[in-house]
C-alpha cells in the first residue's frame, strides 16, 4: 500500500494567488482529515470528512479556505487568495475507524 | 469543546535517562487517547494507544495509562535513546455518531536526546 499521498510535496505562491493541496487516502479508509501545522498554533484540525461527506469544517479559519472530497480516493483543500499568513505544513490524513495514517504534507510558503 | 493540553518543550535529555511528558485532556465523552510521533519531515505515526479508562497503551519501550480519575495520560520511557529524538503529540478521539471519529491534537513535545 502506497499509504497517503500529498501533492504537491512544496508550493511557493505569491499573495492573492489561488492554491491547491490534493490528497488521496488509503483505499478504504472511509475518513479523512485536514490538518494545518505551524510553530506559532501546533496542529489544528481544519476539516474532516466521514464517507465523502464533510462532517466538521469549524476549524477552518475563514471563507478563502474550502475542501471538497468528490469521491472516496480523493480530496483537495483550496486556498483562495492566499495570504502570507497562511504559510504552514498541511497535512492530510486518512483512518478506517481511530487510528490515523498521515501524508507526508504540503509544505506551503506563500509570499 | 474537547482539548489536549501537553508539556511544553523542549524536552532535553541524555541517552538512556528516563523520560515523561504529561499530557491531559477535556473531553465530553470517552474518548481514545493516542500518543503520536513526528520525526523530521515527515508526517505523524501512532506510537500507542489505549480506549478506555486503565488501559495501558505500550510500544517500543514507551508506556501510557489511560487514567480518567486525573484526566492523563503521561507517556514515559525508562531509557530514552538518540533515535527517540522526534516531536511527540498527545492526541484523543471521540466518536461523532454516524460522523465516525473527531480527533484532535496537543501541541506537541519536541525531545532531543544526547549521546
Known amino acids: 500500500d502506497a499509504g497517503v499521498i500529498q501533492s504537491p510535496r512544496h508550493e511557493v505562491t505569491e499573495m492573492g494567488q489561488e492554491v491547491t493541496l490534493r490528497c488521496k487516502p488509503i483505499?478504504?479508509?472511509?475518513?479523512l482529515f485536514w490538518y494545518r501545522q505551524t510553530m506559532m498554533r501546533g496542529l489544528e484540525l481544519l476539516i474532516y470528512?466521514?464517507?465523502?461527506?464533510?462532517?466538521?469544517d469549524s476549524g477552518m479559519p475563514e471563507d478563502r479556505f474550502s475542501a471538497k472530497m468528490p469521491n472516496a480516493s480523493f480530496s483537495t483543500l483550496k486556498i483562495q487568495p492566499s495570504e502570507p499568513r497562511d504559510s504552514a505544513v498541511y497535512f492530510c490524513?486518512?483512518?478506517?475507524?481511530?487510528?490515523?495514517?498521515f501524508g507526508s504534507g504540503t509544505q506551503l510558503s506563500v509570499l | 469543546g474537547d482539548s489536549v493540553t501537553q508539556m511544553e518543550g523542549p524536552v532535553t535529555l541524555s541517552e538512556e535517562a528516563f523520560l515523561t511528558i504529561n499530557c491531559t485532556y477535556t473531553?465530553?465523552?470517552?474518548?481514545?487517547l493516542f500518543w503520536y510521533v513526528q520525526y523530521p519531515g515527515e508526517g505523524l505515526q501512532l506510537l500507542l494507544k489505549?480506549?478506555?479508562?486503565?488501559d495501558k497503551g505500550s510500544n517500543k519501550g514507551f508506556e501510557a495509562t489511560y487514567r480518567k480519575e486525573t484526566t492523563s495520560f503521561h507517556l514515559e520511557k525508562g531509557s530514552v535513546q538518540v533515535s527517540d529524538s522526534a516531536v511527540y503529540f498527545c492526541?484523543?478521539?471521540?466518536?461523532?455518531?454516524?460522523?465516525?471519529?473527531?480527533?484532535?491534537f496537543g501541541a506537541g513535545t519536541r525531545l532531543f536526546v544526547k549521546a
Open positions: 490524513a486518512s483512518s478506517p475507524n481511530e487510528k490515523l495514517f
Open positions: 483505499s478504504g479508509h472511509n475518513s
Open positions: 470528512f466521514n464517507n465523502n461527506v464533510p462532517i466538521d
Open positions: 473531553a465530553t465523552g470517552y474518548p481514545s
Open positions: 489505549a480506549t478506555k479508562a486503565d
Open positions: 492526541a484523543l478521539s471521540d466518536r461523532r455518531g454516524a460522523g465516525g471519529f473527531k480527533t484532535i
